[in-house]
T-cell receptor, first 114, second 113 residues
Framework: LAKTTQPISMDSYEGQEVNITCSHN???????ITWYQQFPSQGPRFIIQ???TKVTNEVASLFIPADRKSSTLSLPRVSLSDTAVYYC???????????????FGAGTRLAVHP | NAGVTQTPKFRVLKTGQSMTLLCAQD?????MYWYRQDPGMGLRLIHYSVGEGTTAKGEVPDGYNVSRLKKQNFLLGLESAAPSQTSVYFCASTEASGAYEQYFGPGTRLTVT
């Protein structure tokens, strides 16, 4: 199982770009990288997923270098509502009859200030 | 389309009591999961199911049992609750096709005194 390491907490201000980096040195060939967001008293919510290079959606961008040993979630122009815990997960796609356990670490607590 | 729902939202139990948490999904997902989340920590997988009638142990299965009699429902049971089981419980589901997005329910906050 690929272990992930990410900062415990980060602070930012409204309007700034926030980059959260996750280390996953023993990522396997068929592992994908997925990020979730969790607000207090709610279940985690999928943000973005990628395998290599760069992925962008309406919420965030995910940058993955060629060696795939780390990844960076980029949140453009954060607002107060982006204050949440962000989890980086690494694992392979599930397939019929099998399952690759997902490990949610402690995540990164992002605090956005006015 | 309600997604993933959990019942109840809150519950207080005395040590030794039993209860069942219900998770329901209306997305026709094959895979379902039960997690627990303790304060300041990430989620830990309790049990999961890869299809109707199947269940398997996750990372922290002791003290819990599960059943998946219908595809849309996944039940988590505590036969004899202990204070160490005080936690927030989340249910999630995914498609079986390889899609990796887990859809989570709103959670059940359980306190065992």
């Amino acid at each position: 199982l690929a272990k992930t390491t990410q900062p415990i907490s980060m602070d930012s201000y409204e309007g700034q770009e926030v980059n959260i980096t996750c280390s996953h040195n023993n990522i396997a060939t068929n592992d994908y990288i997925t990020w979730y967001q969790q607000f207090p008293s709610q279940g985690p919510r999928f943000i973005i997923q990628g395998y290599k290079t760069k992925v962008t959606n309406e919420v965030a961008s995910l940058f993955i270098p060629a060696d795939r040993k780390s990844s960076t979630l980029s949140l453009p122009r954060v607002s107060l509502s982006d204050t949440a815990v962000y989890y980086c997960l690494v694992g392979a796609l599930m397939f019929s009859g099998g399952y690759n356990k997902l490990i949610f670490g402690a995540g990164t607590r992002l605090a956005v200030h006015p | 389309n309600a997604g993933v729902t959990q019942t109840p939202k809150f519950r207080v139990l005395k040590t030794g009591q039993s209860m069942t948490l219900l998770c329901a999904q209306d997305m026709n997902h094959e895979y379902m999961y039960w997690y627990r989340q303790d304060p300041g920590m990430g989620l830990r997988l309790i049990h999961y199911s890869v299809g109707e009638g199947t269940t398997a142990k996750g990372e922290v299965p002791d003290g819990y049992n599960v059943s998946r009699l219908k595809k849309q429902n996944f039940l988590l049971g505590l036969e004899s609750a202990a204070p160490s089981q005080t936690s927030v419980y989340f249910c999630a589901s995914t498609e079986a096709s390889g899609a990796y997005e887990q859809y989570f329910g709103p959670g059940t906050r359980l306190t065992v005194t």
